[in-house]
């Protein structure tokens, strides 16, 4: 049996907490596709083609994990990678209200579809992507929230975007 599971995502930039719940994942399925979202509306620091090489750097020691790119619908993506499982994160309670109108949602476009909802480690709960471009833009050191390589680009990309 082969037991796919999708883990969609912005990943605007890559954290510890997205590679936690990878990391976790793996024990449950047989294999791990990190969909990255092409989402034309959302405007993201990092283009996609770029946030997928920071998510397969990130990743490249854990086994039966494989980083692609979708736009579209994420059932109709999903189904065409004949997946039933999706995976999602819940760091905190405020995630729950979103998550739960998107799985509904879902559910009713594609009732063959699961969603899993994951927790991070609690040392990762609090991470945000959001916050840790924030973090970045005032300085602070982010060491403890993502790799090094993230961090740089990271940097170096609000360094660009400031001038």
């Not at 596709?33 to 397969?56: G, M, S, T």
């Not at 619908?73 to 819940?90: E, F, N, P, Q």
Request: some cysteine.
């Amino acid at each position: 049996m082969n037991r796919i599971a999708i883990y969609p995502g912005t990943f605007d930039p890559v954290t510890y907490g997205h590679i936690d719940l990878i990391k976790r994942a793996t024990k449950i399925f047989d294999r791990i596709i990190v969909a990255v979202v092409k989402h034309p509306q959302k405007k993201a620091l990092f283009p996609y083609k770029e946030r997928q090489k920071l998510l397969e750097t990130a990743i490249r020691e854990i086994p039966r994990v494989s980083i692609e790119s979708f736009e579209g619908l994420l059932v109709d993506y999903v189904r065409s990678k004949r997946a039933r499982v999706m995976i999602r994160g819940l760091r905190m309670i405020s995630d729950f209200e979103y998550e739960f109108q998107m799985a509904l949602t879902n559910r009713r476009l594609d009732p063959e579809i699961e969603t899993i909802y994951m927790m991070p480690k609690e040392s990762y709960c609090y991470l945000s992507s959001k916050l840790i471009k924030e973090a970045a833009l005032l300085g602070a050191n982010l060491k403890d929230f993502v790799p090094d390589f993230v961090e740089k680009g990271l940097k170096m990309r609000l360094k660009k975007k400031a001038k």
